[in-house]
């Protein structure tokens, strides 16, 4: 059998909406079964999806959705590249139907287009038993209404979804390597116990899951590590074999490169222990793991090794977290930097006045807000532009306002010479991850096939 080819067309919400375009046209170039993904959905972002789909049902889809498959949708159909995506966050049912609609709106023939729903614990278990699962990270959530319950999901649904004949997946919350791991169980038959193989497909999928990190885009760093033409940067395409033999490449003409350096950053990502990194489908063991350099812009990854999965599935609550009040003002010229800290004080003593018990984020930046005041190489000069920025998290709304108000009122009450002014208030959500029984999860897990 021949390589499956798989590429990668977006590693967050709100990547570059037009990188598919040049993966599209290689795949189209090649033989045998090609996929193309879109990983889109992080923790926040699928339970701001929630959020949306409580105030429309009809909403809770990606709200990228168009904006990727505007592009993608008619050269993907033309080019027999069928798409599996996370995009239909809360709500796969209304994703499929915005893109039947939008189909019709690029006047192109209806996609045969299946979900992947099961994911949504608040459908199979009660708030309190979601409650009792142990915590694995993340904060104490205790008291705090609960917005979403999500299971990470695995690669089978998605094989069962491809057996439909569908030309696009649309799943909600599972793991980011399901979308890679799913087409390869589909195309080559993968048993459920060849850990050796779903080893090397999950390592495939950890590798594309980011986009162009891989490629050289989160790798870049001028003048120690250069990646050329970074604003063409061309976004990742795996050749798998049917023994899980991977390459990593990318499409011809476009910038960045792969290197078994950028390969190596990309495949230590988010890994907490090398020798079992942890999904639903299967144990990685990444241990023994070689890169070698097959050619320009080409590395072969071996030795994946894999072990049973563990008994539980991950899953991720979200919940309500009070109030963000966040303002900035900026300062230049001479003895910018004295001004700019004095205003942080004022804000800081203003809130205090008005009996706030926590004390706000005040930083100043340009002069450490990221490392602290010597942070970094020297001290900041007392001359130049600087932007105060001051920032307080409020169970109310009202609390957070106070930050905005009091940083707007600097203009005419606060140090000489401050300027542009931005201020936000913004409800803020909290996340901790959980382990779930995976029996009432999996028996949940539906595929449905829908038409336009």
């Avoid at 021949?2 to 046209?25: K, M, Q, T, Y």
């Avoid at 590249?81 to 239909?88: E, P």
């Avoid at 940067?233 to 049917?242: M, N, S």
Wanted: glycine share 12%; aromatic share 4%.
């Amino acid at each position: 059998m021949v390589a499956v080819h798989i590429g990668c067309g977006a590693g967050f919400a709100g990547d570059r909406f037009d990188a598919s375009l040049p993966v599209i046209e290689a795949l189209s170039h090649h033989d045998g079964p090609r996929y193309l993904i879109f990983e889109v959905l992080a923790e926040r972002t699928l339970a701001l999806a929630q959020q949306v789909r409580q105030q429309d049902p009809g909403l809770g889809f990606s709200p990228f959705l168009e904006s990727y498959l505007r592009l993608a949708l008619g050269p993907a159909l033309a080019a027999g590249v069928r798409i599996v995506s996370n995009m239909g966050a809360a709500n796969p049912l209304g994703g499929a139907r915005r893109i039947h609609a939008l189909s019709a709106e690029l006047g192109l023939r209806p996609p045969r287009i299946a979900i992947v729903t099961g994911d949504d614990l608040s459908l199979t278990m009660t708030p309190a038993e979601i409650r009792a699962c142990p915590t694995m990270e993340g904060t104490d959530l205790a008291g705090r209404p609960l917005i979403a319950a999500n299971a990470y999901l695995g690669a089978r649904p998605v094989a069962r979804a491809l057996a439909t004949g569908a030309e696009i997946v649309l799943v909600g919350r599972s793991t980011d390597s399901a979308l890679v791991l799913g087409p390869l169980i589909h195309e080559f038959g993968w048993r459920e116990d060849a850990w050796d193989l779903l080893a090397a497909g999950i390592a495939a999928g950890h590798l594309l899951e980011c986009g162009a990190q891989v490629t050289g885009a989160y790798f870049a760093d001028p003048g120690f590590k250069d990646v050329p033409d970074l604003a063409r940067v061309g976004f990742p395409i795996a050749e798998i074999a049917p023994d899980g033999g991977c390459v990593i490449t990318k499409p011809p003409g476009t910038g960045g490169c792969v290197t078994p350096a950028t390969v190596t950053e990309q495949i230590l990502y988010e890994i907490h222990n090398p020798a079992a990194y942890l999904t639903a489908d299967v144990t990685l063991d990444l241990s023994e793991m070689r890169l070698n350099r097959e050619g320009p812009d080409r590395v072969q990854v071996c030795d994946a090794r894999g072990h049973a999965p563990p008994d539980t599935l991950k899953a991720t609550l979200c919940v309500e977290n009070g109030w963000l009040g966040e303002a900035e003002i900026s300062y230049a010229g001479p003895n910018a930097l004295a001004r700019a800290r004095l205003a942080g004080q004022v804000v800081a003593e203003r809130l205090a006045l008005q009996g706030v018990n926590q004390p706000p984020r005040v930083e100043v930046i340009g002069a450490g807000s990221v490392l602290g005041p010597g942070g970094g190489p020297g001290e900041a000069a007392p001359d130049g532009d600087y932007r105060t920025r001051v920032a307080m998290l409020s169970e109310s709304r009202a609390g957070a306002q106070r930050v905005a108000d009091e940083v707007l009122s600097l203009y005419c009450s606060g140090p000489a010479g401050g300027g542009g002014v931005r201020s936000h208030v913004t409800p803020q959500l909290a996340t901790a991850s959980i382990l779930v029984p995976r029996a009432p999860v999996e028996a949940a897990v539906t595929v449905t096939e829908v038409l336009p």
